[in-house]
């Protein structure tokens, strides 16, 4: 339906992925597809934030990352204040926009009225700290460029775990983003494959919980391969 930027890293079907795979990164455990559970969830339906400028949100997310806008409404009457509130911003037909963030996902915003909500502190209890995208090489190298076209300075590249790069910067809302990079996968980047542990190394870290035992670390560490 939509033109997808990163459609040339969407993965194969379940089991046919691993084979291709120029070199396993970061934590060298490379689970394979068939071996590994499957998650409850297939993944993020859609990550809603919030702004008081939807305007200046949508032409940073489309001109400078490009995600492409793919549905703007406002509320429907009643979801603000009402007794339709479902945990929603409790403003009445507030803008709420949505964006292709590559892979099936959706980025959202709703845009509060100004000065009606404190600024966020993404190191509180329960908030987002940052959002991770995932790119191949050449959207890494592009990512910079348009950073430093439109003047948003940036840290990194940084080494974020063996074989996994990362660039940080913020959104016109003060929202901390990372785009990461498996720079060994080129354009079929496998998250999981790069992030899963051995069973060994997830135990030396977990052994330092409080409240532990040989069964519960058996449970979480079930799916880990060795
Ligand atoms: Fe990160």
Redesign the pocket.
């Known amino acids: 339906m939509q033109k997808h930027l990163e459609k040339s890293t969407l993965k194969p079907k379940s089991g046919s992925g691993s084979a291709k795979r120029a070199a396993p990164s970061a934590a060298g455990a490379k689970p394979s597809s068939e071996k590994r559970a499957q998650s409850f969830t297939r993944g993020v339906h859609h990550l809603a934030l919030c702004t008081d400028d939807i305007k200046k949100t949508t032409e940073f997310y489309t001109r400078v990352l490009g995600m492409p806008l793919i549905h703007a409404l406002k509320v429907p009457p009643g979801l603000g204040t009402g007794k339709g509130n479902r945990g929603n911003p409790p403003y009445e037909e507030i803008r709420h926009y949505f964006f292709d963030m590559g892979n099936d996902s959706t980025l959202a915003f709703f845009e509060i009225p100004p000065g009606k909500e404190p600024a966020t502190n993404r190191n509180a209890i329960g908030s987002m ?4 995208f995932v790119v191949t090489p050449k959207r890494f190298r592009d990512i910079e460029e348009r950073l430093k076209a439109n003047n948003i300075s940036y840290i990194g590249p940084i080494p ?1 775990m063996p074989g996994l790069d ?1 660039i ?1 910067f913020m959104d016109p809302n003060g929202i901390r983003l ?1 785009f ?1 990079c498996q720079a060994a996968d080129g354009d079929d980047p496998h998250v999981i494959e790069c992030c899963t542990q051995t069973k060994a190394s997830a135990l030396r870290e977990l052994r330092t919980l409080p409240g532990i035992d040989e069964a519960w670390l058996n449970e979480m560490t079930a799916n880990l391969p060795d």
Do not use: K, N, T
Request: charged fraction near 10%; charge should be negative; aromatic fraction near 12%.
């Open positions: 700290q940052h959002c991770s974020q990362g940080y990372e990461a």
